[in-house]
């Protein structure tokens, strides 16, 4: 039942065969990229700056608005109970 005859076994090579031709040009086929937007890509360095910006900002803000005192000895850093 699981036996071809070579008629048949040259068919089914010939059709791998021309599946596998398909499939490789396919693949080796030239793919156009999309070309990039100048707009999106000066919004996106802008708004990259804009976050550093403000991340920068906070940090400064925040050092001069916070204390930071250092303790003297361990025994003052730790919790009283």
Same mark, same amino acid.
């Given at each position: 039942?699981?036996?071809?005859?070579?008629?048949?076994?040259?068919?089914?090579?010939?059709?791998?065969q021309e599946? #596998?031709?398909?499939?490789?040009a396919r693949?080796?086929?030239?793919v156009?990229?999309?070309e990039?937007?100048?707009?999106?890509?000066?919004?996106?360095?802008?708004?990259?700056?804009a976050?550093?910006?403000?991340?920068l900002?906070?940090?400064?803000?925040?050092y001069h608005?916070?204390?930071?005192?250092?303790?003297? #000895?361990?025994?003052e850093?730790?919790p009283?109970?």
């Amino acid at each position: 039942m699981g036996a071809l005859t070579p008629e048949e076994r040259r068919r089914v090579f010939l059709a791998r065969q021309e599946a #596998s031709r398909d499939a490789l040009a396919r693949l080796s086929a030239p793919v156009a990229a999309p070309e990039p937007h100048p707009l999106r890509r000066r919004l996106n360095a802008a708004l990259k700056t804009a976050m550093i910006v403000a991340l920068l900002g906070t940090g400064w803000f925040a050092y001069h608005v916070v204390e930071f005192h250092m303790p003297a #000895s361990i025994a003052e850093a730790l919790p009283r109970l």
